[in-house]
């Protein structure tokens, strides 16, 4: 993390502070941890003030956060006692606190004690929702690795192989091309289990003339990837080209209309009301839009009938129509983008998307 992206997060910090009237934000969540700091740790705390930000971590920790964290002031914290010290000694009367991650047990420990202080439970899930432009690298390279995995897949795969053996191929794949690990559990589908919108994979073999569904993702510098594209193997019938290209198309107008400024269920209509105009699929697209990508493979903002977030700049958003036929066979095809002015970049975009392979 650069200096400058520490700025733009601090920054965005102290506007949720002044909006809340407080003094201070304690997080303790591994994902605001990392979010803030730029390292992992299994215990870490982050504490925000306006004017500076401090990581307490045990002895285990201490040497290394004092060696690699450039930007946060690095304490030793034996003891809940240490968290209470600080808070005194910084004379933070109002302390915000992460409702949407914190555990009942983290808040007995860390800030019922706190009699002094007034502690408010704050929603912390849209600070980490517009990202940086690190951010943005750390994304585009996560993204890569899924893209090449998935070009590998289509070269690999072959007739007789089971879900199983792709899903760990691709696994596989993605370590050996500088992941630290897959962002979610792989769905690998073939034939009529592409019509389970999250199937997991199992010792169903491959046949031809099948669809296969593949949506992967990897974390690459702790952000995730996440991708889907749906192939056939041997030669496809007119009803399953036919599906495809709805949802390709379907999943172009999406793409076509992402911008900042637009709410995230007007995006969904978009796209839900022109599968909705088809007599046979028309009602099979079950899930929303998308959904946003960052540290956590799911995040906000949730683009979907039911959220009414208006798109900024620099948000990172999945594009994911699908429909699925029970019996028969589904089709989803997922890009992630980047939200800018007029439009969005694809971090996904050199995934091929050709049907037959």
């Not at 870490?44 to 930000?53: D, Q």
């Not at 559990?185 to 199992?202: C, D, M, R, S």
């Not at 046949?207 to 056939?232: A, H, P």
């Not at 899930?287 to 798109?311: A, Y």
Request: aromatic content about 10%; proline content about 2%.
């Amino acid at each position: 993390m650069n200096s400058n992206s520490y700025t733009v997060k601090h920054n965005r910090i102290k506007d949720f502070l002044n909006k809340n009237k407080a003094d201070a934000i304690v997080f303790i969540s591994t994902q605001n941890t990392f979010w803030i700091s730029n390292i992992k740790t299994s215990d870490g705390i982050v504490l925000v003030t306006p004017s500076k930000i401090f990581l307490l971590v045990d002895l285990r920790e201490y040497e290394y956060c004092k060696k690699y964290v450039q930007y946060c002031e690095v304490v030793l914290f034996k003891k809940i006692a240490d968290f209470k010290k600080i808070i005194n000694d910084l004379n933070i009367k109002t302390l915000l606190f992460e409702k949407d991650y914190l555990t009942l047990k983290q808040k007995e420990q860390y800030l019922d004690s706190l009699k002094t202080v007034n502690s408010i439970p704050v929603d912390t899930i849209s600070l980490r929702s517009i990202k940086t432009i690190d951010e943005i690298k750390a994304l585009q390279q996560s993204a890569n690795i899924a893209v090449n995995a998935i070009e590998d897949v289509k070269k690999w795969i072959k007739v007789g192989m089971t879900e199983i053996e792709v899903a760990q191929h691709i696994h596989s794949y993605m370590i050996n091309q500088g992941a630290s690990n897959i962002s979610f559990e792989l769905i690998v589908a073939f034939g009529k289990n592409t019509a389970i919108p999250h199937h997991q994979p199992t010792n169903t073999r491959l046949e031809n003339n099948q669809m296969v569904t593949c949506d992967i993702g990897c974390i690459y510098l702790g952000y995730c990837s996440d991708i889907t594209r749906t192939f056939f193997v041997g030669t496809p019938s007119c009803k399953e080209q036919e599906m495809y290209d709805l949802v390709l198309s379907a999943q172009k107008i999406g793409l076509e209309n992402v911008k900042s400024q637009i709410y995230t269920n007007q995006l969904d209509a978009i796209v839900r009301n022109y599968i909705a105009k088809n007599k046979k699929w028309g009602n099979l697209f079950t899930h929303s839009l998308g959904h946003g990508v960052g540290i956590e493979i799911h995040e906000f903002p949730f683009v979907s009938q039911k959220t009414n977030t208006i798109l900024e700049e620099n948000m990172v958003i999945t594009i994911e129509p699908g429909v699925y036929q029970p019996g028969f066979n589904g089709v989803r095809i997922e890009d992630t983008v980047v939200v800018t002015e007029n439009g969005c970049i694809n971090l996904t975009a050199k995934a091929s998307k050709k049907f037959t392979i």
